[in-house]
């Protein structure tokens, strides 16, 4: 090895070990952050570790969603003293996305400060069977036709779209933001994992094609995207993309007599190697396909 090159590689090598320091020193995130939505009068997003939610601060009280609170004790008392650091306006409404309790477990804050509960009726009718202690009971259902709700200068669209990630989903759509936030049936930029197991995975599609034809610029997601980033129509064309991919490979192996084991080992999609999640998310996703067209399920 030359002076030179052995100048060259110390250099890199201190590079590389600085880089690892510095790396080490970012701080980890806060456990949980309030923001709001460029461009908008009142639209704010609450996270909560991995969850989110959005508020909405209109002339006559505050609109809520989901209190994120599963396994959090006190999440949904932080949520509302985070809302109460961007104003003095009540609570008056929290809107369930649907009836998984990651999402809206926590919501008794919410409730002793005297907000109505809204979800939709098939939300209820689970929650009604399940009796999770940890999850307020609504107090106002929205039926297949949806509902809008206006509360001062704010009009908030409570959209049903059929079966998709769940039974129970309502997509929520700010006609003069044109802002949508739809909760783990849209995952931007990632491929969709655990939350495959009870899907709809053909009536899914249907939802996708319905939320892209739909007049809207900004996606929330309940999980944040990479980097924190909002949605856009080709993160949900794409997902709605990776979903037929995923269908179309499985259909054909498990028509072949391969599931469960040879599709859940054995298949690949290369062309969503570099989506965070395919490592860990694409056995979930194939089990579900198997689920289909290997089950009839
Ligand atoms: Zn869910």
Redesign the pocket.
């Given at each position: 090895m030359t002076r030179r090159t052995y100048a060259i590689l110390a250099g890199l090598l201190t590079a590389v070990a600085l880089g690892i320091v510095a790396h080490a020193q970012q701080p980890a995130p806060p456990p949980f952050a309030t923001t709001k939505v460029d461009g908008t009068d009142g639209v704010y997003i609450f996270r909560n570790g991995g969850h989110q939610a959005m508020f909405v601060v209109t002339s006559a009280g505050v609109i809520a969603t989901d209190p994120v609170g599963y396994g959090r004790p006190t999440g949904g008392q932080t949520y509302l003293d985070e809302i109460k650091k961007v104003t003095s306006q009540p609570v008056k409404y929290v809107i369930y996305s649907?009836h998984?309790f990651?999402?809206i477990a926590g919501g008794k804050a919410f409730k002793d400060a005297g907000a109505t509960f809204i979800a939709h009726k098939r939300a209820q009718e689970r929650l009604a069977g399940i009796k999770d202690p940890h999850t307020v009971m609504p107090d106002e259902v929205v039926a297949d036709g949806g509902r809008t709700v206006t509360l001062g200068n704010t009009t908030l669209e409570l959209i049903y779209l059929g079966l998709n990630?769940?039974d129970s989903t309502l997509l929520m759509r700010l006609p003069k933001d044109k802002i949508v936030f739809a909760?783990?049936f849209i995952s931007v930029g990632s491929v969709p994992g655990r939350?495959m197991i009870d899907s709809y995975p053909l009536e899914w599609e249907k939802s996708l094609e319905q939320v892209i034809a739909m007049d809207w610029d900004r996606l929330i997601p309940?999980h944040p995207g990479p980097g924190g980033r909002l949605g856009t129509k080709k993160d949900v064309q794409d997902l709605l993309t990776f979903l037929q991919d995923a269908s179309a490979a499985v259909k054909a192996e498990a028509q072949a007599g391969k599931c469960w084991d040879g599709v859940e080992k054995g298949l690949k999609l290369p062309k969503y190697e570099s989506w965070p999640g395919y490592e860990t998310n694409l056995p979930f996703v194939l089990r579900r396909y198997c689920g289909l067209w290997g089950r009839g399920t």
């Open positions: 649907h998984h990651d999402h990630h769940s909760v783990d939350g309940g």
